[in-house]
């Protein structure tokens, strides 16, 4: 008869972060589990509160499925003489097996037909192997950091207290760490402490929340989410909407209790950005708008979720407005401090604030910066004076991080910038792109909206890149302390979205000389680029470690992969030219005549490579019809192709290319490249040397799939 599975693993408060992955392990884990050990099931389901993570299996078998075991011996021609009689061999192997030799079987292996017997083992009954397998999938479960706790060698993320372990309506007897298992769990700590027998799920269910608990945190999410919105309504107001709040509110308590409070306005006048910052970043309450028409204005209320269902809530919520006053004072008062003096006169405080160790402090990095937004804004042909707002931009960019406010509230940099810079009557510009050169702070975040604010941007990725790539802090696997990765991810994406026609090469060549060059004059005895240390070696690895990036997101943006290596192969310094060509390459392929014309140019490809280059063609020594029909054809399109290519122009350019797919497999039906007059080879080669360049304008036929 089939029985329910259920193990409560109680707990210590798990870390809010941690308890979302670890319900999901715990699922994952179990099911490997038991298809590992044999044991059929129909469904699996794991919950958990903070003070504890459950899953419960359906429909278990009574025993483990009966196992074929295969045991793989010598060769057949060694086990069986021309007879098919059994030699020394067979006999052996079957002895050694505990199996009659009659019973051996032959098996197809990769090594030829080999002998093999198969034996069939029993399976177990499942309780048994229930109390082997539990005690694994507990110790199984990962966490970002585990501890151990009183004696034993156990980790795990929080100290464990009760094991509830029941197969069907009884109790599976084990032991993890000294804490036998029994059918006893817990309800909430202080308004159900005592331990409570259960026999099945359904009373396990209805009794934890008659204890305050609600095991499901996708039915706590739910609760939450609705009378969040139920109580907003109440003040005429919309809560900000914020999944990753939600997530965590859900996480921090088995009982969901919400409720509003409010705070003097008097704080309204602050920016809303560090109410909203205190109010959930460091509280985790959900910030109040106005729900009048495109009213982004915040009111001076709070919603919270308490894990206590007290008897007078008043007091709950009079003690979190307390706290939230408390925290409101020291912003206004840094705030208040802050202002005393233009931003302009923190920027001398950098030269305290360690930026890399090896490279120096967030003083020399603004020194950097404002060489760097100089460098890219000629570049994109800005004017004196836009270039000029975008350095004072890029000396002004990293100001706010000497603030008491960013100090006290780190998440605040670059808003805090945009604010005082305007408080210190800077151009609206400049604090606009202060606020956005941290944009995007994620792989999906938001890209900045101005041009100043793209280029700052661009600048201080590319010169925490090319620091991080001369101090050594290369990502390698999944280790990436510096998120290097998401930097350079940023670069691109902001480049391909604002269009910025700018060489890769050039802008981080000019990055790793603005470092060296820096330090050399900081430390006389540090060689110059000039000398001995070359950036070339250091700027390909950079180049490439962005082409990668860029790659993978191309194939993301569900290119063909084969062709975006057949782009990238050709050339990737402009990214915007090299997307374009991407878009060309894709929209091209769905031509019906594509393939074979990628065929034809792949064969003119794959002749000359390995071949040397050598002289201009020579049109007197074309001799056959075919290849002079061919040069003929190449000459009337390849001004025209270069001319596309050198606008961008690269559909034109495919579509004038495909006029030599016929002469290209004329050509090589009745020519023979490689004749034995060297002078005509070679001859020969050249045309096809030319026109494979002019095919690697545009991509490198030879990786596309056909």
């Not at 709040?245 to 409720?259: A, C, F, K, R, S």
């Not at 201080?460 to 350079?488: E, H, M, N, W």
């Not at 034809?600 to 490809?605: D, H, Q, T, W």
């Not at 596309?644 to 009745?670: C, G, H, W």
Request: hydrophobic share 40%; proline share 4%; glycine share 4%.
């Amino acid at each position: 008869m089939d029985k329910d599975l259920i193990l409560e693993i109680g707990t210590e408060e798990i870390p809010a972060g941690f308890l979302g992955d670890a319900i999901e392990n715990l699922s994952s884990i179990t099911e490997s589990e038991l298809k590992t050990n044999l044991i059929a099931y129909k469904n699996i389901g794991s919950f958990g509160t903070p003070r504890r993570l459950t899953v419960r299996v359906t429909g278990i078998s009574d025993k483990q499925s009966d196992n074929i075991v295969e045991t793989l011996g010598p060769p057949k021609r060694i086990a069986f003489d021309e007879n098919g009689m059994p030699t020394k061999a067979a006999l052996g192997f079957a002895k050694a097996q505990g199996v009659d030799v009659q019973d051996l079987v032959v098996v197809e292996h990769h090594k030829g037909e080999l002998v093999a017997s198969r034996k069939k083992t029993k399976g177990e009954k499942t309780e048994k192997v229930l109390r082997d397998i539990i005690p694994r999938i507990i110790l199984s479960i990962p966490f970002k950091k585990s501890m151990r706790w009183g004696e034993g060698d156990a980790v795990f993320a929080r100290p464990v207290r009760w094991i509830l372990c029941l197969y069907g309506e009884k109790t599976i007897s084990l032991t993890f760490d000294e804490i036998k298992s029994g059918s006893s769990t817990r309800g909430h700590r202080f308004m159900s402490p005592k331990p409570f027998r259960v026999k099945n799920w359904d009373e396990y269910i209805s009794r934890l929340e008659n204890s305050f608990v609600i095991l499901d945190p996708d039915r706590r999410r739910q609760i939450i989410k609705k009378e969040i919105d139920l109580i907003a309504k109440t003040i005429n107001g919309i809560p900000i909407e914020d999944e990753e709040l939600l997530d965590t509110v859900t996480h921090l308590v088995e009982y969901p209790v919400v409720l509003k409070g409010s705070f003097d306005r008097e704080f309204l006048e602050l920016p809303k950005e560090v109410l909203i910052s205190v109010m959930k970043n460091h509280q985790k309450y959900f910030p109040v708008f106005s729900n009048s028409a495109k009213s982004e204005k915040l009111l001076n209320s709070f919603i919270f979720v308490s894990g206590i269902p007290a008897k007078d809530p008043k007091l709950v919520i009079k003690g979190n407005e307390r706290v939230i006053k408390a925290r409101f004072r020291d912003a206004q008062f840094f705030f208040k401090e802050d202002t005393k003096a233009p931003l302009s006169e923190n920027v001398h405080k950098l030269r305290s604030m360690v930026f890399l160790s090896e490279i120096g402090t967030y003083y020399d990095k603004t020194e950097r910066m404002e060489k760097l937004a100089e460098y890219i804004g000629k570049k994109l042909n800005f004017s004196v004076g836009l270039i000029g707002d975008l350095m004072r931009a890029a000396h002004l960019s990293k100001a706010d991080l000497a603030s008491q406010m960013v100090f006290e509230f780190p998440e605040l940099q670059g808003t805090m910038g945009k604010y005082y810079s305007s408080i210190s009557k800077e151009k609206e510009e400049v604090a606009k792109a202060i606020e956005e050169h941290y944009m995007p702070t994620s792989r999906e975040g938001k890209l900045p909206e101005t041009d100043f604010g793209a280029i700052l941007s661009i600048v201080d990725k590319v010169d925490t890149v090319s620091a991080c790539f001369i101090s050594g802090f290369v990502p390698s696997g999944t280790s990436d302390p510096y998120a290097l990765r998401r930097q350079v991810i940023g670069i691109i994406n902001i480049i391909l979205n604002k269009s910025f026609r700018l060489s890769l090469r050039d802008i981080f060549n000019a990055s790793l000389n603005l470092i060296w060059n820096q330090l050399h004059t900081r430390k006389p005895d540090f060689p110059a680029p000039a000398e001995t240390h070359s950036t070339s070696p250091l700027l390909t690895d950079l180049i490439n470690f962005v082409v990668e990036r860029f790659r993978n997101i191309m194939i993301s943006e569900e290119f063909a992969p084969d062709l975006v290596d057949a782009a990238i192969s050709v050339e990737c310094d402009d990214l915007v030219e090299t997307w374009t060509r991407l878009e060309a390459l894709s929209e091209f392929r769905k031509a019906p005549d594509f393939e074979p014309l990628a065929i034809a140019f792949k064969r003119v490809v794959n002749i000359v490579k390995g071949q040397g280059k050598t002289k201009a063609v020579e049109k007197g020594l074309l001799s056959e019809n075919a290849e002079i029909r061919l040069h003929d054809n190449f000459r009337s399109v390849k001004d025209d192709v270069e001319r596309d290519v050198q606008r961008n122009e690269y559909t034109e350019a495919l579509i004038k290319m495909k006029s030599l797919k016929e002469p290209i497999d004329k050509y090589f039906d009745e020519v023979l490249v490689m004749d034995k007059d060297d002078r005509v080879r070679q001859n020969r080669l050249s045309m096809l040397w030319e026109i494979r360049d002019l095919f690697f304008k545009v991509a490198d036929f030879s990786k596309i799939n056909t």
